[in-house]
């Protein structure tokens, strides 16, 4: 009934009924068959500092052992590892991405942290596009890499967030399904973690941070969604170790007061986390980046590349009176550019000339004063040799006359 509805409310198309079976019954089947043997594609962005525990949530969300590296606190940029795993259950196939932050927010100037996020997000977008773009697509065999959700880790401060969690969370909440989690919540009391929750809640509200809400637009989902928006952001333990409790294997983390159980509903929020990522809505997930975020990218890359849609009374332009405006915008352009860079040329070639004029004109004026001090210094040294040779001269006169004195009475003592 609300499939015919649905027609009759186009005008141009009649809703008949069908006098017996014809098979259109089938084709969700078909989708369905399609689906598995073509497998599902999901990329999971995990954002968070050094340490706070995204590997062994991911080990503990997918039940296995992805391998882990530990990250360095010296990263002087930080940026992004990203690996692809093939999973399977039950006969479905899941060709997983975890892209992980290494060394977000350890330098000491963190206002560009978000940037390699920003650029890994929009680089995915980017070579979807292109792919979209080429003559030739293969679209059905293309590795989407797109960034179907973020998980932003949230320290357990029991605070307020960081700014640096608002600014992050604020650059992404338009390019990808942001989810915050309170990491190793078990760190944690329950009434502040209460309370920690709705000021998260408020702040990220009062800064404009949209993050992804589970949709409640579909009946089926409607009511779980809207009763697990309210329990945002949830509060996660990870931990991959399996504990003895009351003779049943659980994972948990042992303390030595007790055991805090990962998929106990009222130890934390893991399970919910879970439900909600992967059983839920991992497709509305995969559906909104392609619908919302990439959407958002692309119709702003298309009007870069001077695409425009045409008016309803416009007859619609070509390609290639598209490529050829563009090309001619762009001649402009570096026209423009190469002017430019030859006026800043001629400057800097002026500048330099009058720069070395200038240290043409002090290298001469101290050498005319080297010069002259030279000159005066020779003068004081001529003087001084005269006088020192008139000295010599007087000296010597001085010992001739002495000697000549001296001669006669010598010889004649020496007759006596
Ligand atoms: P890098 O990739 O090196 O940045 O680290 P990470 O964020 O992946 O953290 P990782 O999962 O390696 O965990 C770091 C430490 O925190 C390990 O000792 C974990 O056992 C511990 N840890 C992880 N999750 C939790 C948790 O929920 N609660 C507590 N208390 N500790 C946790």
Redesign the pocket.
Known sequence: LLFSECLSQDRKVRALPLSGHVGLDALPDQLVNKSLGQGFCFNLLCV?E????????MNTLFSTDFE?L??PHFEPRGKLRARTYGLRENGVQLKLTIV?T?GFGDQMNQQDSYQPIVDYVDAQFESFLQEELKIKRSLHNYHDSRVHVCLYFIAPSGHSLKSLDLVTMKKLDRKVNVIPVI??S??ISRAELHSFKMKIMSELVSSGVQIYQFPTDDETVAGINGVMNGHLPFA????TEAINVGNKLVRG?QYPWGVVQVENGSHCDFVKLREMLISVNMNDLREQTHARHYELYRRCRLQEMGFRDTEPNRKPASLHQTYTARRQEYLREFHGVEEEMKQMFVQKVKRTEAELKDAEEELQFRFERMKRLHQQEKKRLEEKRRILEEDMNSFNKMRAAVELLQAPSFSTAGKK
């Open positions: 968070g050094t340490g706070i525990g995204k590997s062994t949530l882990n530990e990250s992980s290494i990491a190793k078990d760190t996660v333990v990870g931990s983390r």
